[in-house]
C-alpha cells in the first residue's frame, strides 16, 4: 500500500500539553498534507509540506519531514479541548493516499 | 461559498436495494474525489474525476458501484445492489485546478441491513 500510515493511532493528554503524531509513507512523494477530522465531519486541512521543505509553522502547528526516512511529524503545541479529533496525514502521488488516522483526546 | 454538498447525510436501506450518493462541488473547482471511510480500511479513495472525466476508478471495489459526473457541479456515486458491507461514510472533495488542497464535504452515512 502506498498510503501514511500515522503513529499513535491515538492519543491522550492534557489540555496545554504538546501532541505529536507521526506519519510514515512508503514512495516518493509531490508533498504531504495533514488534515483534521472532527466526530461526525468531513476532513478539514490544516497544513502542507512539499518534499523540498523541512520543516512549516501554522499558528500552534508544526510540522516536519524527513525524505530520507519517509516520515513526517505534526506538532501542536498548547493543546486545546477543541483539538480533540483525528489526525491525517495524506500523501500526494497525483492522486491522494490518507493514512489510518491518530485519534487525538484533549482532557480540560 | 457553500463548500461541497452532499445528499442525503443520512441513508438506510435494506440489502439489494439501490443506493444514490450525490455531490455538488465548490464552484470552480475541476477535480471531484470520491472516498469510503470504514473503521477497519480507513479512508479509502474509490474514484476520482478531473474536468468531468474519470481518471482513476482502480478503487472502485467491485462492478456493483458505478461514478458519474454528467457536469461540473453534479456527481453522483450508485451502488446496485448494495450489501451490508458497503455501509460507511462516503465523501466527496473537490481541488481547484493547479492547487493542492482537497476541500470535504460533509459525508454520506450509509448503512445497508
Known amino acids: 500500500s502506498q498510503q501514511g500510515e500515522e503513529d499513535p493511532q491515538a492519543l491522550s493528554i492534557q489540555e496545554g500539553e504538546n501532541a505529536t503524531m507521526n506519519c510514515s509513507y512508503k514512495?516518493?512523494?509531490?508533498?504531504l498534507q495533514w488534515y483534521r477530522q472532527n466526530s461526525g465531519r468531513g476532513l478539514v486541512h490544516l497544513i502542507l509540506?512539499?518534499?523540498?521543505?523541512r520543516e512549516k509553522h501554522s499558528g500552534r502547528l508544526r510540522v516536519t519531514l524527513d525524505t530520507s526516512k519517509k516520515s513526517s511529524s505534526l506538532l501542536i503545541t498548547a493543546s486545546r479541548a477543541a483539538d480533540t479529533a483525528s489526525y491525517f496525514c495524506a500523501t500526494d502521488l497525483g492522486k491522494f493516499y490518507f493514512g489510518s488516522g491518530t485519534k487525538l483526546n484533549v482532557k480540560p | 461559498d457553500a463548500g461541497v454538498i452532499q445528499s442525503p447525510r443520512h441513508e438506510v436501506t435494506e440489502m439489494g436495494q439501490e443506493v444514490t450518493l450525490r455531490c455538488k462541488p465548490i464552484s470552480g473547482h475541476n477535480s471531484l474525489f470520491w472516498y469510503r471511510q470504514t473503521m477497519m480500511r480507513g479512508l479509502e479513495l474509490l474514484i476520482y474525476?478531473?474536468?468531468?472525466?474519470?481518471?482513476?476508478d482502480s478503487g472502485m471495489p467491485e462492478d456493483r458501484f458505478s461514478a458519474k459526473m454528467p457536469n461540473a457541479s453534479f456527481s453522483t456515486l450508485k451502488i446496485q445492489p448494495s450489501e451490508p458491507r458497503d455501509s460507511a461514510v462516503y465523501f466527496c472533495a473537490s481541488l481547484a485546478g493547479g492547487q493542492e488542497t482537497q476541500y470535504f464535504g460533509p459525508g454520506t452515512r450509509l448503512l445497508v441491513l
Open positions: 509540506i512539499r518534499s523540498n521543505e
Open positions: 514512495t516518493s512523494i509531490n508533498n
Open positions: 474525476f478531473n474536468n468531468n472525466v474519470p481518471i482513476d
